[in-house]
């Protein structure tokens, strides 16, 4: 059964000690003690931490080369972590590689006094699977559980791991394995699912990538995981993990959302992985939502309709896809009191954002004309529908009359992303509404620019929660927290 253990980063023993009682009053099963955090590190202050957590403690002590906060000369470490070992503490963590010369003494001291070693082994760069296991193998040899911590640069990487985790479970070996960064996440959603001794959490900043936060870990500890997550390239601006954690919390449910930054090499690697993963399901985003839609059993009918899938939902008997963004954004027009019949709509980007924008918007009434940068896709975008929808170059989108809804579906002005405007200021500030689909930023260039006009203009989060809560209940089976999924956005946001 495996324990949840929140660390704890204090900088000094009494601070610790306070956080370290917050971390088990909240439902962990342990704190693990950083001592090479504290500024006050002394024999007389392990000893105290001891007394008062030692049952319910890992004390952890890091050299400088396997990213200890503070470096302790040599005869210095030796001394505290000879005394941790006689001090009455569950766990007492080592390293291999730093404390090879004295593992074998302290494994005989911590035994005798009625402790387990963890012998660690921490890569500093990714590295095959094949070198985790002699270093995992290592580790168990040499004292009572074994650990490995490597980072994971693909979802391949993670997959072969989870593999490797699931035989070292059958062998009923004691033993951590941590994938760190985001895509090596994935390990610690299946911590329990594969065996492992310990998953470690965060009670305020995370000690590693990756790492969940205490009430994620707490809310998987002894039940099947729901791992759910978003697919696509680039992740850094989503704000969808957080409403989906939101959602998770508010109801109780032992799942997690991950990001799955992905080459398109990997999207096969993730459907044909999903039972072994405990994947439920996945959102899809730039580039991806038309790539996908050929690769599942099963399309609903807006995603067959338009090609593009932003759902995928996994079951024993196949693949499903959905567009639940048709979904977010008919409910986002109607949240503003837009109603489009007979009206003219202007709708920048080619991709899957804006087939599913053209479809709603064709189906509420709108006459529509579409402007892309590459001519060549906003025509296939135009002739995918049996509704004339007009196209206009981008070059000569400035001479077009005014519109009754400008709406941005491409990624220009997304945080980290392409900056600028989607289409000349001139031409904002001819449109009667404002719809930018990009919602981190909260104040996009194209919100700004119709603000200077005196436009009315909304950001894309209405849409993003809408499509997401549908996408959950998809998921899930359960009616979304949406209130909760809208703080939990705001916050991120914010």
């Not at 010369?101 to 990714?126: C, G, M, N, W």
């Not at 590295?127 to 490597?150: F, I, Q, R």
């Not at 690769?295 to 807006?302: A, H, I, N, S, V």
């Not at 809408?466 to 946001?493: C, I």
Request: with cysteine; aromatic share 4%.
């Amino acid at each position: 059964m495996t324990k949840v253990a929140a660390v704890i980063l204090a900088d000094r023993a009494a601070e610790m000690e306070k956080q370290a009682r917050a971390a088990l009053r909240r439902g962990a099963d342990l704190v693990e003690l950083r001592l090479d955090h504290l500024d006050d590190l002394t024999p007389g202050a392990v000893k105290a931490l001891a007394h008062a957590f030692g049952p319910k403690a890992i004390a952890t002590l890091r050299s400088g080369e396997q990213g200890g906060a503070r470096v302790l000369p040599d005869e210095r470490r030796e001394e505290i972590l000879a005394a941790a070992c006689r001090l009455g503490f569950s766990y007492v963590d080592v390293e291999l590689q730093t404390d090879t010369a004295r593992v074998e003494e302290l494994h005989r001291t911590a035994s005798k006094h009625h402790q387990d070693l963890i012998v660690s082994y921490h890569f500093q760069k990714p590295v095959d699977v094949s070198d985790a296991a002699d270093a995992l193998e290592a580790c168990v040899a040499a004292g009572d559980v074994g650990k490995a911590a490597l980072p994971i640069a693909d979802i391949e990487a993670a997959l072969s791991l989870v593999e490797f985790a699931r035989n070292q479970a059958l062998r009923s070996r004691r033993y951590v394995l941590i994938g760190m960064g985001d895509p090596g996440a994935v390990t610690r959603a299946l911590a329990e699912d594969v065996g492992q001794e310990i998953e470690y959490a965060h009670l305020g900043r995370p000690s590693a990538p990756g790492q969940f936060a205490l009430e994620t870990a707490l809310r998987l500890r002894r039940k099947t995981p729901m791992v759910l997550g978003l697919v696509g390239r680039p992740l850094g601006h989503s704000i969808s993990p957080q409403i989906h954690d939101a959602a998770f919390a508010a109801l109780g449910l032992p799942g997690v959302y991950l990001p799955f930054e992905a080459e398109r090499r990997s999207l096969e690697s993730l459907l044909s992985a999903h039972e072994r993963l405990r994947l439920r399901g996945f959102n899809v985003t730039i580039p991806y939502k038309e790539t996908i839609a050929p690769m599942l059993d099963e399309l609903d009918g807006d995603a067959e309709a338009l090609g593009a899938v932003n759902t995928v939902v996994l079951r024993d008997g196949g693949t499903k896809g959905h567009n639940t963004d048709t979904y977010g954004f008919r409910m986002a027009l109607r949240s503003k009191g837009l109603r489009l019949g007979g009206k003219d709509a202007l709708v920048v980007g080619a991709g899957g954002a804006a087939k599913a924008v053209v479809h709603v918007l064709l189906r509420e009434g709108a006459r529509v004309r579409i402007t892309n940068r590459t001519p060549e896709r906003a025509d296939a975008l135009a002739e995918a529908f049996d509704a004339r929808v007009g196209v206009v170059e981008s070059a000569e989108v400035s001479r077009e009359p005014a519109c009754d809804l400008l709406v941005n579906a491409t990624p220009v002005g997304t945080k980290d992303g392409p900056g600028g405007l989607p289409v000349p200021e001139a031409v904002v500030a001819r449109a009667k509404f404002v719809f930018d689909l990009v919602y981190n930023p909260r104040e996009t260039p194209l919100l700004q620019a119709a603000r200077r006009a005196r436009i009315p203009a909304t950001s894309g989060l209405g849409m993003l929660l809408h499509q997401a809560a549908r996408s959950f209940e998809l998921w899930t089976g359960s009616e979304a927290p949406f209130p909760a999924m809208e703080r939990a956005a705001e916050e991120a946001l914010a």
